[in-house]
């Protein structure tokens, strides 16, 4: 009887954001993917932006127990795919090898490593760019140097990239020509 009772508080404490569990705990949310399904989690990642943003901050962290939750959820959208990427392009500065184990189907190498991120100027660029090829450069082991060289590619063609757009000869060069004004 009284562990029912607990388990009930905790289930309850686990739905909203209190001082003992905060919103997007990664157990809570494993625990989620357990009782409903990934489905049904990852669409919450749409349907409630508190919790999106708690899940994406959370990833980011490149903390192993909320890769196990980017492991576990499978994006039901495509902002939600975009989101998520963006979350392990910050995890790979902090734990390379673990975010270069989760590239494939589900998360792209050329999305998480080809900084997806939606605004930066040419200094965030360049620092991101030189954060993640160092954190890269970390991971020996053998059978992940393939993934590790491929993703330094496609994060050095991002750079290109994104440099190229950001310069502002880029911009004038290919500016749109303006329409004439009819009289």
């Known amino acids: 009887m009284m562990a029912g009772a607990f388990l009930s508080i905790a289930f309850a404490a686990g739905c909203k954001d209190n001082s003992w569990t905060p919103l997007g705990s990664a157990d809570l949310i494993l625990s989620e993917v357990k009782l409903r399904g990934a489905p049904a ?38 902002a939600a795919e975009a989101s998520l990427s963006i979350a392990l392009a910050s995890a790979l500065l902090r734990s390379p090898t673990r975010v270069l184990r989760m590239v494939g189907p589900r998360y792209p190498l050329e999305e998480v490593c080809g900084m997806p991120f939606l605004k930066a100027d040419s200094q965030q660029v360049v620092s991101y760019y030189d954060s993640a090829a160092t954190s890269l450069q970390k991971v020996v082991a053998p059978n992940m140097r393939g993934r590790r060289d491929s993703c330094l590619v496609a994060l050095d063609d991002a750079r290109k990239r994104r440099l190229q757009r950001i310069d502002p000869a880029y911009v004038v060069k290919n500016k749109p020509p303006t329409a004439r004004r009819k009289r």
């Open 41 to 78: 989690v990852s669409r919450r990642l749409d349907a409630d932006e508190n919790f999106g943003r708690s899940v994406t901050n959370g990833i980011a962290t490149g903390d192993s127990i909320w890769l196990d939750v980017a492991s576990a959820l499978v994006p039901a959208s495509a």
